[in-house]
């Protein structure tokens, strides 16, 4: 294609060529010809606010699926598939995780044959333990014993374990978005934190994050117990969370609050989307550092301040993520080694 | 047609969209659940646009996606667009239950694939009741559009399938969703609010 064509173009051509389209429809995928088209033909921004006037305003009414509905729609397809498999059975499967390379592929093996071994071993009812880690720059997706998933952030790590009783608990140190089932038997779900607070469910959607100096725990759905243990400043508290409030618990001084937010925010992740709503330079600093360790540093502090609202895909590679940030925020990205300094352009 | 395919971009999702792809084909339940999860809502929103009734679109769905994972051995890893692939899955099974329903024979309804005309946020300072007058008209206007071409045009702009899938799915020549596409996008321009044009040229 010849990109001078474009100069000819009325507002209407515009609108109906399919990039162009894509450009102002989907403004999330950033379209590095269109944008320096436009600083090539500054002459031309009239002819393309209209036509991106007559593509944006071909809307349609909205519909949408409940949460629940979604659900109970996906629990009917799973109840359907069962029907269907029923020959097949599998005595028990611990999990099944997804981008992991062949030593993970050893360690499944390892925790199948352990799992039936277990299976097998009639009687004597042995808790089932299960672990696992992300590195910098990846996140992990797992389903538990229980059916329970979780998706794990980068660098972070879980220990689950199912007591006699059934009683299901994990330890996390990172950050991870779960998904809790109900069990027949109502059993509890507790999320422990290496500091002094634990998470108790039965069952519901929502994130812990205890990588930086607060433990921050977010409802998207359902009802959790928070356990705060007795510190030297503070006495034990038990509250409850409804969906959409958020508590941050200070690991120094046992400290804590909590306030109403947009769930979304803090969750969004662990569907692969950075939903960024005022989301600060500052904000993105410690993003990178969480999820690849990499430390973002600026000589002027006032860039800190810097806002963009929108929604990006994360794409887990360091280099490309940092170039797709620095488009957002117009900044330049300068990477030595494990630092990232950051300058107007 | 000048569809600057070379600079298509967000093709990194559609990569991202087929290795999960690839991981459910060998049998992976998460990756079953992540295509769910990724594609639900839009097929929800497609399902409601084509017939209006909810139950139908939530019954074709659960077929659709129980078929999707017993059939799995038998699709191909090269599926290109996973998107077209259940939108064009959906419409069978929408039109083939419809068929089956009498009451819907023929049915030209004029809530299928109905536009929604919002004005963009930096021109609310235009009077209300121009912005009612405006949209009205605009209705009218749009309302001259079949079914099947408001049906194209949907499959473009929400469902962002390319010109060529939008075709393939409605068995229409790329040419004619092209032309219904020039057709809308030509009642729009000529029935714009003028302030609004105005505003823009001042710019």
Redesign the interface.
Known sequence: ?AAS??LSYT??EF?????????V??PE???V??ESWLRQHPEK??VI??AR?????????????SAP??EQ??D??LN??EE?EEEATIPIRPS???NVGKYAAAVILGILLTAAWWWWKPAIQQPAILSTYTRLGETR???LPDSS?VTLNADSRLLYAVAGNGQREVWLDGEAFFHVKHTASKQQFIVHTYDNLDVEVLGTQFNVNSTGKEIVVVLQQGSILLNIGETSKGKAAALYLQPGEMLRYNKQDGDYTKKSVDAIHYTSWH??RLIMDDFTLADAAIFMEQVFGKKLIVRDTQLLNYKVSGSM?I?YNADTMMTQLGKVFRMQFNQRGDEVWIHKP | ??????????L??VA?HSSLWG?FLQG????F??I??AH??DL??YG??FCQDKERV?DC??DL??DL??SREHLTANIGNVRYYLISSLRRRLLRALRKDRRYQHRESW?A??????L?LENQLIQHETIEEQKRLLQEALSNLSRRQREA??L???Q?L??TEVADIMSMQVDSV?NT??K???I??KN?PLP??LL??G?
């Open positions: 294609m064509n474009y507002a209407r609108a109906m060529d399919e990039d162009f389209q894509q450009w429809l989907h995928q950033r379209n010809f269109w921004e009239p606010s209209d006037q007559l593509v944006q305003s071909i809307r349609f009414r909205d519909y949408s699926l509905d979604k729609l996906w009917a397809v359907g598939l269907e099944i995780w997804r997706h797992l389903m998933e569907t692969g895909p794409v | 047609m000048n569809t600057g395919k070379a600079f298509r971009s967000g990194h999702v991202s991981l992976d339940r998460h990756a659940a992540g769910y999860d639900i809502d929800f929103h409601m646009h939530k769905l659960q996606f129980q994972w017993i809530e694939f109905e536009f929604e005309y919002t963009p045009i949907y473009r702009f929400f962002n390319s010109y092209y596409i020039s809308a996008i030509g729009l321009k714009l609004l044009l823009l040229l710019k």
